[in-house]
Nanobody
Framework: QVQLVESGGGLVQPGGSLRLSCAAS????????MGWYRQAPGKQRDLVAV???????NYADSVKDRFTISRDNAKNTVYLQMNSLKPEDTAVYYC????????????????WGQGTQVTVSS
């Protein structure tokens, strides 16, 4: 009933930039927090950044001052601008959103995108 579709991943050289997008669609009543997580091979999935419906943000220490999360509530879309990319940023990036559905507005659902690969390499 809800889809999160990510785009914007790819291969970039160290020091380069990428912008990820994630659009939520479906029978949405409202969206609370939206965020990005990443998972490198053999490692757990970790929080990268999160933005509340009011615009407050929080970042992992490893990406502070390099990444910027933002959202467009009218489009149900969250963005991640990634600058000064490093090889250690290489991972699959997943979009996450806490969504209330029209058919059950009293309950938050934890929704995930399919993931997009980001590779930082020369």
């Amino acid at each position: 009933q809800v889809q999160l579709v990510e785009s914007g991943g790819g291969l970039v050289q160290p020091g380069g930039s990428l912008r990820l997008s994630c659009a939520a669609s479906g029978s949405i009543f409202s969206i609370n927090d939206m965020g990005w997580y990443r998972q490198a091979p053999g490692k757990q999935r970790d929080l990268v950044a999160v933005v509340t419906s009011g615009g407050a943000t929080n970042y992992a220490d490893s990406v502070k001052d390099r990444f910027t999360i933002s959202r467009d509530n009218a489009k149900n879309t969250v963005y991640l601008q990634m600058n000064s990319l490093k090889p250690e940023d290489t991972a699959v990036y997943y979009c996450n959103a806490r969504i209330r559905l029209i058919i059950s507005p009293w309950r938050f659902n934890d929704c995930w995108g399919q993931g997009t690969q980001v590779t930082v390499s020369s």
